[in-house]
């Protein structure tokens, strides 16, 4: 059985509940749900394309404190709170995620603290052996 390991980084936004960060668990990290946040966990405050980025830089710092990186991805989520939102979004999505990974992007009635944006993904860890 694959041992599970959390992960957390002080570089990236704090959980707002009963959640890490992410999780590494056998060849694999899930990253749990990024909203547009510093790591002091304050709201950033800006354009969509703004937001998503926040999101994207914290995913990255996730996944370097869990040894692996944004090109390992092979699979996100992105919530919307609108999709009139999804060009501007995506704009700034496929700067970060340039190696196109699936991906699935739904719209939500509302998303945590009232934001617009957020985004989740599974990677591969960098080193196995490291777990």
């Known amino acids: 059985m694959a041992e599970m390991k959390k992960v957390f980084t002080a570089n990236a936004c704090p959980p707002a509940g009963p959640y ?10 899930f990253v749990s749900g990024q909203i547009p946040a510093d790591k002091e ?19 990255i710092a996730i996944l370097e404190e ?3 990186d944004i090109s390992r991805v092979v699979k996100t989520t992105v919530f919307l ?15 970060f995620f340039a190696h196109k990974p699936a991906r699935s992007c739904v719209a939500v009635k509302q998303l945590p603290k009232g934001v617009p944006v957020e985004i989740e993904c599974i990677a591969l860890v960098g080193d196995v052996s490291s777990l």
């Open 66 to 68: 869990a040894g692996s």
């Open 81 to 95: 709170d609108d999709m009139a939102n999804f060009s501007e979004m995506n704009g700034v999505y496929e700067k």
């Open 20 to 29: 890490t960060q992410a999780i590494a668990a056998g060849p694999h990290i």
């Open 41 to 59: 966990g304050k709201l950033v405050e800006g354009t969509i394309a703004e937001k998503t980025e926040s999101c994207c830089r914290n995913v």
